[in-house]
Structures are given as structure tokens and as C-alpha cells.
């Protein structure tokens, strides 16, 4: 089983920094969309290089709670 971590930061000034490790391909972006949904605010992205390999099969759906 693959593991999946994040490393969480919170800045003096109050900026919230996460990274996500263990997710190859861009699989990574649907946790990009479950921070910014929990953290209420978009933020920008910074590719690694995890990014670019081939993805696990991992997927993550997240959905819009006033959509239902």
C-alpha cells in the first residue's frame, strides 16, 4: 500500500503552505482542490517531481456541497 503525506505549515503571516508527497501524476491536484475547499481559499502551485511520473491509480472526488 502506498503511503500519502502532507506537510502543513502555517506562516507568520498567516499563509498556508502544503505539500503533498507519494502521489505521482497529477492525482496530487484533486488534494490541491480538497485543501483549498477545507482551507476556504485558492492558492498557487508548484509542480515536483513527482508530478511528472506516471500516476499510482489513486483517486480522490471531492464534491461541491452546494451543488446538492
Avoid: Q
Avoid at 506562516?11 to 501524476?25: A, I, L, M, P, S
Avoid at 477545507?38 to 508548484?46: K, R, S, Y
Amino acid at each position: 500500500m502506498e503511503t500519502h503525506e502532507f506537510d502543513i505549515s502555517i506562516g507568520k503571516d498567516g499563509k498556508v503552505r502544503v505539500h503533498v508527497k507519494g502521489v505521482k501524476g497529477a492525482a496530487c491536484e484533486e488534494y490541491v482542490k480538497l485543501f483549498e475547499r477545507i482551507l476556504n481559499a485558492e492558492g498557487t502551485v508548484e509542480h515536483t517531481s513527482e508530478y511528472y511520473e506516471p500516476p499510482t491509480g489513486v483517486e480522490i472526488h471531492v464534491e461541491n456541497e452546494d451543488a446538492r
